[in-house]
C-alpha cells in the first residue's frame, strides 16, 4: 500500500529540499510561525480519521493519541511562538571602534542562521509527536530548515495524513514547495540515500540504538560529516536512598510501578533500572512492588516488531546468571502483547554483565541490590549515559550525598527528585538528551524551546551596510529581539 | 629533548583530568576566573625568555609573539570575566504548576554544565595563542573543563614554558592536581591515545585537513563518540563586484596584496582565493597587484615540514592546465621561505579540477576569472564550506545581487564587506568556524566568548530541592546572572 520511495527519486527530492531552503530560510519569522500554526489547525482539521487510524496502526489507546495530538499541535504552536519572537538567533552586536589602538575593531553582528535540509526519521512509539510533524520537523520549520521526512514502516498511514496536513498548511501559507516532503522506506536503503546526499544537512532519528548508531556512523563517514540527533537508548535509573525508602516503601512502590507500565512501557525515558542499598526497606519496598505488578495487565505493543523484540530481551536479562523475578503480571498475555515484569540482581553481577545494562524496551525493570555504599557507589559510576537519573530522596537524606548528585549529572541529561522519568514536559528548561549511548549529542535537547538550537549555526556578519544585514542585527533592532550588545544584554 | 610522552602513562593522564574534573567542575566561576587571569599574569611574568623561544621555534618576528602574547592572555582575562558573570550557561526555569490540568508541571531548570576532560592540541602557526594557553584551553577551563595539552612538535619549549605558567597559577590559586596536564608526542600515537581514551569527553584542534579529519574519524569510531572541534582548511574567498572594482583597483589590490602576504601568509583566514568577472577592471586589479605582489619580500615560514608543504602545494597548483602566474615577488627566496605568489585561471577550468580548490598553506592566492555572471555564479556555489568569505563591493552595488550574500551564508562562518578575512576579532559577536572543511562543527566558534560553549552540555534538574541545586539555577539568583524565566528573560 506504501511502497518505498524510489531511489531514483531521492536526489530530485533532495534538490528540492535545498532549492527551497534557499527562499525559505530568509522568510520572515512571523510567516514561519504562520505556517507551523497552520499545520497545527490542520492536524486538528483531520478530526476522528487520525485518531483512528494511530489506533489501528500502533494499538495505542484513544485517549493517548489524543492526548499526544495535542502535544503535537502543542509544540507546533510552541516554536511558532519561538520564530516569532525571534530572541532564539543569540543576535551578539560588537561596535566597530574606529580608533582603537594599534588596530581598529570592525563592526560585527553574529547571529544563528539555519543548517539546510534536515532528514527526519519517524519514531514507532510515538506516531504523531516524534514522527512526521514531531518536534524534531517542528523545530527545524521554526528555525528555517526545510524537512524531508521518512514515515516511520510501522504507521505509514498516520504518517501520510500528517503530511497531507502540513502540505495543506503549505499551500495555505503560500510556503514554496520542497518546504516539507514525505517519503516511504520500509528497507533501510531510502533512508541511507537520504541521509549521504550531499545536501542534507543534519538528521533527526528517534528509535533503537543500532538505528541511531548507523545513522550517525554513515553521517560521519560522509565527505562533509553532517550532525546526527539520534535519541537511542537510555535505562533511566532511578536511585532509591535507604531512609527514605525505609519510611515510604508503598508510596514509591506505587509511583514506580505506574511508571514502568505506563503506556506497556514503551517509553524512552522507562525506568528500566532501579538500585537501593540491600536491607529491610528495600525487601518492603519489593513487596509492595510486586504485588502491584501483579496485578498489573498486560498491554498490546505498538507492532509485532516491538513485541517480539520485547520478549527475546526479557528472555535473554532473565536467563542471566543472577537474575531472580521478583514479580510479573499474573496474566501472561498474547504474542502482541509485554507483560509487566520486576526481576532483581546483586550489585556484584550488574557489573560483570554488561547485558544487564541494556534496554529492554517494555514494561520491565531490574532492581539492583547493592550490599554496601561501596557497591552502591560503584553501580552507578559504572552507568552508560541516561537521557534521566531520578533519586527518590527527601532533602535531608540528599544533602548526606552530595557526591550522588555530582556523579549523576555526568551520566544523565536530565536530574529528577522524588518523581518519575516518564513525563517530558514541553518547556524551555526541558533537557531531553544525554551522554552516549541515550543521544548521539548530549549538547542539545530534543524537546522544548530550545530543541531549535540543533537545527542552526552561527554566522558574523563583518562591516556590513546596515540595510544588507538581517532583520535580527539591523542597528534599530526592528524585530525587538534579546541581543548582547557590547556585552550588555538587551532590546534596544 | 622532549620525547615522547610514553603510551602507557596516557591512561593514568587521563584518569587524573578525570579525577580533577569531579571537583573543578563544581568551582565558582569567580575561581576559575581568578585561575585564568593567574595564567595570564604567569605567562606575562615569563617576560623575555618566553619571547625568545617562541620567535626561535617559529621564525616569527618578535613584533608578532609580543602582540600574539597579549592576544593569550586577552583571552584568558575575557573566558576569566565569562567565567566570573556567569550568564554563559544558559540558565532556563520553569517554574511548578502543581494545579495544571491534566498533569501538574513539575519545577525544570536546566543550565549548562562542562563536558568533562578535554584534548587540545596546539597549532604550529599560533605558537601562543591556539596553543597551550590557547583559546581551547582558556574556553575549556572557564567551562569548567579540565584540559590534556599535546605540545606542537614544531614548539615544544615555547608549550612548557606556557605549560608551566599554566601549572605555576594551578599552585598559587589551589586548583586541583590533574587540571591541567601536558604531553608531548611526535608521533601520532600519543594524540590517537588520548582522543580514543573512554574518558576524554572532548578534542579541540587546529591544523590540517587530514590531521583534522583522522581525529575526527577517531573520535566518532570510539564506542562512545565525542565531538572533535577541528578547524583545517579553509580559502577565504575574496569576490569582487565589477563596479566597485573598477572605481578602486589600487586600493583593492594594496588592501588584498597586504592580506595575502601577512605572517607569510600562514593564517588560516589568509585569502587564497579571488573571483571576479574577467574585464577591465580587473586587468587593472591584477596589474597593481601584481606590482605590489613582485616588490613584496618572501618570509621565512614556521617550520621545514610548512615550508616545503607550500612549495609542493605551489608547485602543483601551478602545474594545474590553464594556471597562469600573475605575479612574484622578485626575490625568490631560501628553502625555508614562502615566495608570495598571485595567478589566475578561467572559471570553467577551475570548476572542472578539484586540486584547485584546496588549500596552499602559504602566501599564494588564485584568481578565478569568469567570463559571465553565470560563470561567476558557478564558481560561488561550487565553493566548499570556509572560515571566511569577503565582497568588495559598495553598498548599491551588493544591493543589486541578494542571492550573493544569500548563497555566502551557506558557505561560511563569517561574511566580511569591504575588508579582508585576516584579523580575527577575540569578541561576542565573532564566528571561527564555518561548513565542512574549514571545521567538523559549524555549530560552534573557536574564537570569542561563545567559544566556551563547545565544553559544555546542558542538563535538567526537575523538582529539585532549592538547597541542592546549582547556584545559577536556585531560586534567588545568588550569582545575579541573566535567566530565561517562565519564557521571559530577566535577572530576577
Redesign the interface.
Known amino acids: 500500500m506504501y511502497p518505498d520511495t524510489p531511489l531514483d527519486q531521492i536526489n530530485g527530492i533532495m534538490q528540492q529540499a535545498h532549492l527551497a531552503f534557499?527562499s525559505y530560510k530568509?522568510l520572515e519569522g512571523k510567516k514561519r510561525a504562520a505556517f507551523l500554526r497552520c499545520i497545527a489547525d490542520e492536524i486538528e482539521a483531520l478530526g476522528e480519521e487520525l485518531v483512528q487510524t494511530a489506533m489501528r496502526e500502533t494499538n495505542l489507546p484513544e485517549a493517548r493519541i489524543i492526548?499526544e495530538r495535542g502535544r503535537t499541535t502543542g509544540h507546533c504552536r510552541m516554536f511558532a511562538e519561538v520564530a516569532e519572537e525571534g530572541?532564539w538567533v543569540?543576535a551578539?552586536?560588537?561596535t566597530a571602534m574606529p580608533d582603537r589602538m594599534?588596530?581598529p575593531?570592525?563592526d560585527?553582528?553574529?547571529m544563528l542562521?539555519p543548517?539546510?535540509p534536515v532528514v527526519v526519521f519517524g519514531a514507532a512509539n510515538f506516531p504523531l509527536a516524534y514522527s512526521t510533524a514531531g518536534g524534531d520537523t517542528a523545530s527545524a520549520l521554526a528555525a528555517g530548515c526545510t524537512v524531508v521526512v521518512k514515515a516511520h514502516p510501522a504507521h505509514p498511514q498516520t504518517s501520510t495524513l500528517v503530511a497531507g496536513a502540513i502540505q495543506k498548511a503549505m499551500q495555505k501559507t503560500g510556503m514554496p514547495p520542497g518546504v516539507f516532503q514525505h517519503v516511504y522506506g520500509s528497507s533501510v536503503a531510502v533512508g541511507q540515500a537520504l541521509v549521504k546526499h550531499p545536501l542534507a544537512k543534519a538528521v533527526g532519528f528517534t528509535g533503537s540504538l543500532a538505528g541511531g548508531r548507523a545513522l550517525?556512523?554513515l553521517a560521519?563517514?560522509r565527505a562533509?560529516?553532517i550532525?546526527v540527533f539520534a535519541e537511542m537508548s537510555s535505562i533511566n535509573p532511578v536511585i532509591l536512598l535507604p531512609e527514605t525508602l525505609k519510611r515510604n516503601p508503598a508510596a514509591i512502590a506505587q509511583r514506580l510501578a505506574a511508571s514502568i507500565t505506563l503506556g506497556v512501557g514503551q517509553f524512552c525515558t522507562n525506568p528500566g533500572l532501579v538500585i537501593a542499598l540491600e536491607d529491610e526497606g528495600l525487601r518492603a519496598f519489593i513487596d509492595h512492588l510486586a504485588r502491584i505488578i501483579e496485578e498489573s495487565l498486560p498491554g498490546t505493543m505498538l507492532h509485532t516488531g516491538i513485541a517480539q523484540n520485547y520478549h527475546t530481551r526479557l528472555k535473554r536479562a532473565l536467563e542471566q546468571q543472577g537474575v531472580q523475578v521478583e514479580a510479573a503480571a499474573r496474566q501472561e498475555g498474547t504474542a502482541m502483547q509485554g507483560r509487566p515484569l520486576v526481576a532483581s540482581v546483586p550489585a556484584e553481577v550488574f557489573l560483570q554483565n554488561a547485558a544487564l545494562a541494556e534496554e529492554v524496551f517494555g514494561p520491565f525493570s531490574l532492581i539492583v541490590r547493592c550490599g554496601s555504599w561501596e557497591w552502591f557507589n560503584r553501580v552507578i559510576s559504572h552507568l552508560h549515559?541516561q537521557l534521566t537519573a531520578t533519586v527518590q530522596g527527601d532533602?535531608d537524606e540528599?544533602?548526606k550525598h552530595p557526591a550522588l548528585?555530582?556523579?549523576l549529572?555526568?551520566k544523565?541529561?536530565?536530574?529528577?527528585?522524588?518523581?518519575v522519568p516518564t513525563?517530558v514536559?514541553v518547556?524551555?528548561?526541558?533537557?531531553h538528551?544525554g551522554?552516549?549511548?541515550a543521544t548521539?549529542?548530549?549538547?542539545?535537547?530534543a524537546v522544548g524551546?530550545?530543541a531549535i538550537k540543533r537545527f542552526?549555526?552561527?554566522?558574523?556578519?563583518?562591516?556590513?551596510?546596515d540595510?544588507?544585514l538581517p532583520d535580527a542585527l539591523k542597528e534599530s533592532n526592528p524585530l525587538l529581539i534579546?541581543r548582547?550588545r557590547n556585552?550588555q544584554?538587551g532590546k534596544e
Not at 457 to 463: D, E, G, H, L
Open positions: 534557499l530568509n492526548a530572541s543569540e551578539r552586536i560588537d594599534p588596530a575593531r570592525p560585527l553582528r553574529k542562521v543548517i539546510g550517525f556512523d560521519s563517514q562533509e560529516p550532525p549515559g532533602e540528599l544533602k548528585v555530582n556523579m549529572v555526568e544523565a541529561g536530565r536530574l529528577i527528585v522524588n518523581g513525563g514536559e518547556c524551555a528548561a526541558m533537557m538528551g551522554p552516549y549511548p548521539t549529542d548530549s549538547r542539545f535537547t524551546r530550545d542552526a549555526r552561527p554566522v558574523a556578519f563583518q562591516n556590513f551596510p540595510s544588507l534579546w548582547m556585552n544584554w
